[in-house]
């Protein structure tokens, strides 16, 4: 063999034994630059179920955007006292470098401690203690002072919508009231009617905090009722939705205040399961728009109908049938439900009116799609807040631009998902179960404020007591114990 074919064969020879090159690393979360923080490493903080947030943060300082991988921290919350603690805890990938972290305690316990671990190294200050009597859900024990547990509970001073919806009622008077208000409830079949959303929830802030002697009506149906008028024909009545036409003084609907009490409960959807259920990356979503409900509206009708004509562009289908059964052989047939979290395989999600306001924006909102929101009369107690083009894409209230503002969006890539982000951050700022709580306290503090007759416990009135917890008692520190005689 020649001497120049014998040197090349012996270097590919060589070049076959030569270690492969390295794959570039992807850089692993900093254990001691990790960021934890949130309500749920503060004693005094009680909800339903606590939560707080991890941010992942390499050794060079900079957040991820991506996820690290969900089992990549581990979080335990342990009573030292008590070796067989009751507490339920779930960690939540959000798929932007952070974990939402969320326990719900079956129990009270003294000094939780609260241990984030990156390879059994505690993670930022960890662990976290939780000093004194840390309460769970079912514990009847308030803050009597309203200014302390709003600052335990990071409550912000004020909030527009509630101040804008109290602005007419320059006084109320409780016995006006009582006298000029028809009060009526029948309940037929197996269902307790929407009452016991307001009950639940009034007993559970109660539990909390104690709240000004107040008396007031609250509206247990869908449509707003109180039409506008003369200011000193008005008269207050508590929704769970507003509108344009009424003077409605407006709470968080029953089915986000249910969504708070019941996580990692009953329910399935609430502000912070949508979070770890946000579908796949931007990138890999199906770019039409998406819509899936019932019959509720004649705009939800013409909305399949432009979808069947645009199947490119949209899936839009109906669920179920209820007021318009007489087209259900134009809009039909019916589709299998889809798991919500489902939803968010698409870009874009279409918001339209059902009854009254569309009851889904919230967890619309906390998933990673940008929502197409239609113009409507009727609203939540966050819309004020909301912006369109920053938080989401308007649409004319006949959809007549539907089509339009699918194709901007498919147009511009990244302005859609920067308006997506925007979205989602708002709904993890105001729409988290302290923030429900807040809103609440707020507005029968600042509602008393107008009594200008005292409240008292009328004919037909029934009381609602606390519920029990004879397996699980908590004893506060707040009541006050009598000597005996």
Request: with cysteine; proline share 6%; aromatic share 12%.
């Amino acid at each position: 063999m020649p001497r120049r074919a014998l040197l090349g064969h012996l270097l590919r020879l060589a070049a076959l034994w030569l270690p492969a090159p390295a794959l570039c690393a992807s850089p692993a979360p900093s254990p001691s630059r990790t960021l934890v923080w949130g309500l749920g490493l503060e004693t005094h903080a009680v909800l339903p179920v606590r939560f707080f947030f991890i941010q992942a943060v390499d050794k060079a300082g900079v957040n991820f955007t991506t996820s690290p991988g969900e089992n990549t921290f581990e979080v335990k919350v342990v009573s030292p006292s008590e070796p067989f603690s009751r507490i339920w805890v779930q960690l939540l990938d959000r798929h932007d470098g952070s974990f939402l972290v969320r326990y719900r305690m079956y129990a009270s316990y003294t000094d939780l401690n609260i241990h984030v671990l990156l390879r059994n190294k505690p993670v930022a200050k960890s662990p976290y203690i939780l000093t004194g009597s840390v309460y769970h859900e079912s514990c009847d024990c308030p803050e009597s002072n309203g200014a302390l547990w709003e600052k335990y509970m990071r409550c912000p001073s004020s909030f527009a919508q509630i101040q804008h919806d109290l602005s007419v009622f320059t006084r109320v008077d409780l016995d006006r009231n009582a006298e000029e208000i028809p009060v009526y409830i029948k309940t037929y079949g197996e269902h307790v009617g929407f009452r016991i959303f307001m009950d639940a929830f009034l007993l559970s802030l109660t539990r909390k905090v104690t709240l000004p002697d107040i008396e007031f009506f609250v509206n247990l149906g869908d449509w707003p009722l109180e039409k506008r008028r003369a200011p000193g024909k008005l008269h207050p009545i508590f929704s769970w939705c507003g509108s344009n036409d009424t003077r409605d003084i407006v709470m968080p609907t029953y089915d986000l205040t249910e969504s708070v009490l019941e996580t990692m409960g009953r329910v399935s959807l609430d502000m912070m399961s949508v979070q770890g259920n946000t579908g796949p990356p931007w990138a890999e979503k199906n770019s039409t728009g998406f819509w899936r409900g019932r019959d509720s509206r004649r705009e939800r009708l013409e909305l399949v109908k432009m979808a069947r004509a645009n199947p490119t562009l949209m899936d839009a289908a109906f669920t179920n049938f209820f007021f318009f059964k007489h087209d259900e052989s134009l809009y039909g047939p019916l589709v299998k439900h889809v798991s919500f979290f489902d939803f968010f395989k698409y870009k874009y999600q279409i918001n339209v009116d059902g009854t009254v306001a569309a009851y889904r924006l919230p967890y619309l909102l906390a998933g990673d799609s940008v929502v197409l929101k239609q113009e409507s009369i009727y609203y939540e107690h966050f819309y004020a807040a909301l912006q369109p083009w920053v938080h989401y894409i308007p649409l004319k209230a006949d959809l007549s631009d539907l089509l339009e503002k699918i194709q901007w969006a498919k147009d511009h890539d990244e302005e859609a998902l920067e308006i997506a982000r925007a979205g989602q951050m708002f709904a993890r700022t105001h729409l988290m179960g302290d923030s429900i709580f807040c809103y609440y306290f707020k507005l029968f503090q600042e509602y008393a404020k107008l009594q200008v007759t005292e409240p008292k416990v009328r004919v037909g009135m029934e009381r609602v007591e606390q519920p029990k917890d004879d397996l699980f008692p908590c004893y506060c520190h707040r009541t006050k114990v009598k000597d005996e005689l």
